[in-house]
């Protein structure tokens, strides 16, 4: 499916984005800095409202449904960008990273994350071109990825147990300081030149940029396959991502549920893809290798409502999960100050004894 946009909007749009990702770029740099909650909201409100302007441009230009494909995969990739977040929390942690560096950490893995994923994108665009069967193979793997996604095992702490092979790999390979030199990845240490530890931090961000790139792709050629808007949807999606990790801090903790929501997603985006391939099927032991007619389409404004709805019930239902027991572990703190005060022991469930009649 191509679009009908100019190819001046398709070139200009992408010199435009990549000037405000730079000029972004250069700012940490100069100023290195941990950023004030109000200048990560407007951050973030400046590349959401960005999103939604490019968004109407497209409307303008090549009409509704081009214009619905790239909300709905912006959303797609945007929500999980966000679960990126949390292994990034991880990572952080981990390895000890100062709070005033980590936004050079997460710009880098930002960047590491667009070049994987237009190196993706392109694959995925030539593959899907050639061989229509593939939509099977992405609609599977995107419900095998859903059911891990919802039910996990060892959550996103085996993901940093993966990466910890590539950290093992460069400890054995280079010589690595025993402290950071600010965000620099070499330093000298006794006249000896030396990686910091920020260099196993990068590598480990790469790992799950990679890991993530191989989830996401699939995931979006399931609602367009115009390549243009698959580019952008990601780098949107990007866009702000770092802002966004400290805006949410320890909200991150709370989202409790979103796991669920991104794996109604991406179940409800193979299952599209399955009906797709279906539809335009070509491979000879299904249906005699005959379009499967009755195959339903999905349009992208169903799609898309089923993305916001998912992400909506997520998010309600994680917050008010935390509202609930913030408030059970108020009344059982309560309680206990009560019985402290009156003499006598708190019962497992936070209320006083009775005591000695």
């Known amino acids: 499916m191509d679009l009908d946009l100019p190819v001046w909007f398709e070139i200009g749009a992408l010199v435009v984005l990549t000037l405000i990702l730079a000029a972004d770029l250069l700012i940490i740099l100069r100023r ?20 939604l302007i490019f968004a109407g441009l497209m409307w303008m230009f090549a009409g509704g449904e081009y214009a619905g494909q790239f909300v709905a995969g912006w959303l797609t990739e ?20 100062p709070r005033r560096y980590q936004q050079e950490v997460l710009m880098v893995g930002i960047i590491v994350a667009l070049v994987l994923r237009g190196l993706f994108i392109l694959a995925g665009a030539a593959i899907i071109e050639q ?10 793997f995107l419900v095998w990825t859903a059911w891990r996604q919802a039910f996990p095992g060892g959550d996103h702490d085996d993901d940093v147990q993966r990466e910890s092979f590539i950290v093992r790999v460069l400890r054995r390979a280079i010589d690595i300081s025993d402290e950071y030199d600010g965000a620099k990845v070499r330093t000298v240490v006794a006249g000896k030149k030396m990686w910091t530890p920020m260099i196993i931090v990068f590598a480990a961000i790469g790992v799950t940029d990679l890991l993530f790139a191989i989830d996401s792709i699939p995931a979006i050629f399931g609602i367009t396959q115009s390549p243009f808007i698959v580019f952008t949807a990601n780098l949107f999606a990007l866009m ?6 400290f805006l949410l801090g320890d909200l991150l903790d709370r989202l409790r549920y979103l796991h669920f929501g991104i794996a109604f997603i991406l179940a409800f985006i193979g299952v599209k893809l399955v009906f797709h391939a279906m539809h335009v099927n070509e491979v000879a032991f299904i249906n005699g290798g005959e ?10 404004w ?10 909506t019930v997520a998010t309600v239902a994680s917050l008010a999960a935390s509202a609930r027991e913030r408030r059970a572990g108020g009344a059982e703190a309560a309680a206990a ?8 022991p708190p019962t497992v469930d936070g209320t006083r004894s009775a005591g000695p009649r």
């Open 32 to 51: 290195p800095h941990i950023p004030s909650t109000r200048e990560s909201t407007l951050w973030v409100v400046f590349y959401v409202t960005l999103a």
């Open 337 to 344: 100050a009560v019985a402290e005060e009156k003499g006598t």
């Open 240 to 245: 702000g991502l770092r802002q966004l990790y």
């Open 302 to 311: 169903m799609s898309l409502g089923v993305i916001v709805v998912a992400m």
């Open 131 to 140: 061989f229509s069967w593939v939509f099977y193979i992405f609609g599977a």
């Open 78 to 97: 945007y929500s999980l960008s966000i679960d990126n977040l949390f292994v990034f929390v991880l990572i952080m942690g981990q390895f000890s990273v």
């Open 291 to 300: 379009h499967i007619e009755w195959a339903p389409e999905i349009s992208t």
